[in-house]
């Protein structure tokens, strides 16, 4: 069953529609869905209270920081972004301030950049950047506690230091995480949020113990199937377009919890119904929408792909055991344990299959020659598995749906548990 949700006024009208106004409506479609752009103002950006809520703590604790750290394409640097706003209407005078690591960073390099971005009072009165003080100088921690110290206490600044993970060097990591303890043990009154793809703190910060107590930690989980779901009703609503119940259960499908994602899809997908001068995207159009998207989003996908199902053995199970992993549950990091494969491609294959019986499969994935399509995470007894690239999921279902092993019982069972009711509250 399709129907076209919302009952609202201000639905765009195809018949009246002139070639100029389907040529504006393409772009204004470019406007809203933004894959690759984070969110830069609050009303465009979905969900994500818990988060809020754990940022909006800290702030009201001066001396108390943040590690927000998960995926790429998960939503941490808009997170952040939009927290500026919200910060505004929680803490009397926020100062914000944004800067992302780069690869060839220096301790010196990247307090810099936060320096060029304050500025503070001169015995003359003036108020000059504190990174004039810093010309052609090292800056040390201590450097940095001062001129937090110095603040006037009525301002709490945020200082957000976006794309950790793309920094180097090890040793600059750490004297961050130290300063960031230094200032945390003096009182200071500042706050510092650490951004970067990661699976765990660990991983985004060397000898990070030293400062477990004093930061919080954001893990920025995928989003839920109800948060995918506004980022993209909104939009198309927005854009004066309808959507069918079943479409957006599509983008939820294909998304995985990924904002980055749904903007793809959205985007291609109210491209594609101006295309085809219609207001309405259905199922049609989002499968038109998901070929574009694999089509134009990564050409080595298909590459990859063959790699790793290729075979000498016509009797061989690469391909339902990739399939399999396609399917499979994930946790909010987009993680899967090998148990649930086996599950799924028990269900597949419609007989029975342990863990051993595909172990080496999973393994190979992994590999070079099978194009790195999992990554292995963990340790021994422990072990999780995660695509490389959250794209080459729908892509393989896709595969799995032209190949007929995915039927629409097997859809129904591994797809969104879907909620008639969602958008009649
Ligand atoms: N809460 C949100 N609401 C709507 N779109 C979002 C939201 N969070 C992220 N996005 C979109 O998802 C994409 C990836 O977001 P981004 O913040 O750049 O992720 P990350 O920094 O984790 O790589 C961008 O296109 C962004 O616009
Ligand atoms: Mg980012």
Redesign the pocket.
Known sequence: MEFPIGTASGFLNPNTMSDEDWENLRFECEQVF??????KQSE?????LPQIQKLTQRIRSPGSHAIVY?E????????VNVFKFIADQNAARIQYVRVAGVAEDTFTSLFLKVFKRISSESPDGKRRKVADYYLEKEITADDVLLEFEEFSASVTPIIVIDEFDKISSRRVKEEVAETVKLISDEGANVTFFIVGIADSVADLIEGHESIDRAVAQVE?PRMNDQEIIE?IHTRIRGLGLKVTEDALWDCVFLSKGL??YA?LLGLHACQTACDRKITLVDSSVIEEARSRAIGESNSTIRTNFDDAIHSERKENIFFPVLLACALAPKDVSGRFLAKDVATVLSDLMKQSYGVPAFSYHLDQFATHERGRMLEKLGTTRQFRFRFREALTEPYIILKGKESGLVTPEIEKKYGPTRQRDLFSA
Do not use: D
């Open positions: 933004t894959p690759g752009t984070p969110i465009l950006f979905a969900g994500r998960g790429r394409g998960v939503g941490k640097s808009s997170l920025m980022v904002p980055f903007h």
